[in-house]
């Protein structure tokens, strides 16, 4: 039985790297947001894996996602609810259609750098659900497996890269999952200062 976590009411956002975006000549931008069964590079002490079916609540409830540019809110893209922005679960992972309006300026910009080639990845916001990720410690670095989450927006984004912030509401899940087992050993106060390092770019 998995633990009880208290999760952060804050977003997460991952880049993976296998996520990519492509425009076609209708001005929309297709491409997966997220991989799934695609183990991450180290986070910062933990590595984590999406299950298919962790995307299953956003398509099943409707959630009103957003596609953005870089995860700014003022640079909006498309939107499920006006119908500009639709997802759908493939086998690889959720791919995601945006219908964009090159009329306007950050828009057009953006399509011109995808084209070229200078814009090309994905990433996405989430909320993972209570219960909604399982730990295994049995590995170095631990996995995380994310089984159930909300997922909020998906975004265009010029670096593929990971924010620490975001990476401290995981840490925070995998250490109450380590005190519910148990696991403060000497091994857990060694990983809280090596991320740390990490984080202040040690």
């Known amino acids: 039985m998995k633990p009880t976590l208290v999760h952060s009411a804050d977003l997460e956002y991952r880049t993976l790297a296998e996520a990519r975006v492509n425009v076609d000549r209708a001005h929309r931008l297709d491409g997966l947001a997220i991989v799934f069964n695609s ?35 003022a640079k909006i893209l498309g939107r499920t609810r006006a119908g500009t922005l639709t997802m759908r679960k493939e086998s690889r992972g959720l791919r995601v259609r945006i219908e964009t309006d090159p009329e306007i300026s950050y828009v057009k910009d953006l399509l011109r750098s995808v084209d070229r080639g200078d814009v090309s990845g994905m990433s996405f916001g989430f909320r993972v659900m209570p219960n909604g990720d399982d730990w295994d ?46 696991l403060n050993g000497s091994r857990l106060g060694w990983l809280k200062r090596w991320h740390a390092i990490r984080v202040a770019g040690g």
């Open 39 to 73: 183990q991450s590079v180290d986070l910062g002490g933990f590595v984590e894996v999406i299950a298919p079916e962790a995307v299953d609540r956003t398509l099943a409830g409707g959630a009103d996602v957003r596609a953005l540019v870089d995860h700014d809110a």
């Open 137 to 182: 410690f049995n590995q170095s670095p631990p996995l995380r497996t994310i089984y159930d989450m909300q997922v909020r927006e998906v975004s265009v984004v010029t670096f593929p890269a990971y924010e620490a912030t975001n990476v401290d509401i995981a840490m925070r899940s995998m250490l109450e999952c380590r005190s519910a087992h148990g």
